[in-house]
């Protein structure tokens, strides 16, 4: 079976999706494809997330991610939501979930880094989640 797609949404693709989707190929690349979009973009991701996933991960999602669009992602089989309200009738999957994230742009180091924590936390929910077909199963 090919691993399910996951895209972790977010309105500006600039903070929380940009992470949760670096964290999604850094844990569970063997799970799942990762991969995050806004319904607006931004013309950099976060400089905060940026530089506290570095120093946390030594992950630099300047090099391999960058502010998308919906249309600019593959069809996937499971929706992230981030906590936006947003709503996302554009894109067919087989799950969706919200996450109920606050946005911390703006906050201090601590904000942010308790929401990486809990982005990483329920990664690892979620690669366990598919990983014992509880999402999507071969027959959806």
């Known amino acids: 079976m090919e691993k ?15 992470i949760a989707e670096a964290l999604g190929k850094y844990l569970s690349s063997n799970v799942f494809e990762s991969y995050s979009a806004g319904t607006e973009t931004k013309p950099q991701i976060n400089q905060d997330a940026v530089r506290l996933m570095k120093e946390m991960y030594q992950i630099n999602m300047e090099e391999t991610q960058y502010s998308k669009l919906l249309s600019e992602i593959p ?10 309200n947003v709503k996302c009738p554009a894109i067919p999957c087989k799950y969706r979930e919200d996450w109920g994230l606050n946005d911390p742009t ?35």
Request: glycine residues 4%; negative net charge.
């Open 106 to 140: 703006g906050k201090n180091d601590a904000e942010f880094s308790k929401i990486i924590h809990s982005i990483h936390t329920k990664i690892l929910e979620l690669t366990e989640k598919i990983e014992k077909g509880e999402l999507i199963t071969e027959s959806d």
């Open 75 to 84: 069809e996937v089989d499971i929706v992230i939501t981030m906590g936006c």
């Open 4 to 18: 399910p797609k996951v895209a972790f949404v977010c309105v500006h693709n600039s903070c929380r999706s940009q």
